[in-house]
């Protein structure tokens, strides 16, 4: 790796513009905001939701493929690899039961929305990795 890159993939994002950290800080707060919704009280009974769990699995294991992609090749437009490989089947999942889920209760409304961040963040992610592939690994201002 590039020694004149920042020491870690949260030193780079630092470097970032403003509405880049904005944009990261929004994907952020989306994913973790699941955890609220794992644990819910349905009939007398509490019950755990899989769907929220999904989310937190998948946003920790593709942050920590992120760092690890960010060691082997910098700071390059693979990066956004990990969520097409992690996000991407949660996503569709979710995706796949949203007229299930409704948009009438909290976590409704709550999904949706990460429909919404999730989806944006893929598509940016799969423009990304094809220009790394096609020859275009720099990423933005870099």
Request: hydrophobic letters at 60%; aromatic letters at 14%; glycine letters at 8%.
């Amino acid at each position: 790796m590039n020694e004149d890159l920042p020491a870690n993939l949260n030193a780079a994002i630092a470097t970032e513009p403003a509405w880049l950290q904005s944009w990261v800080a929004v994907l952020i707060i989306v994913n973790l905001a699941s955890i609220l919704f794992v644990v819910w009280r349905d009939a007398g009974r509490w019950r755990v939701r899989l769907e929220p769990l999904a989310i937190l699995m998948s946003f920790f294991v593709a942050a920590a493929a992120m760092g690890w992609i960010y060691e082997q090749f910098g700071y390059v437009r693979l990066l956004g690899l990990a969520h097409l490989v992690f996000w991407g089947p949660v996503f569709g999942w979710i995706l796949y039961r949203r007229a299930e889920i409704g948009t009438t209760s909290l976590f409704g409304k709550y999904a949706h929305v990460y429909l919404v961040i999730a989806g944006i963040s893929l598509v940016i992610d799969s423009i990304d990795v094809l220009r790394y592939l096609v020859g275009d690994g720099q990423l933005l201002n870099r």
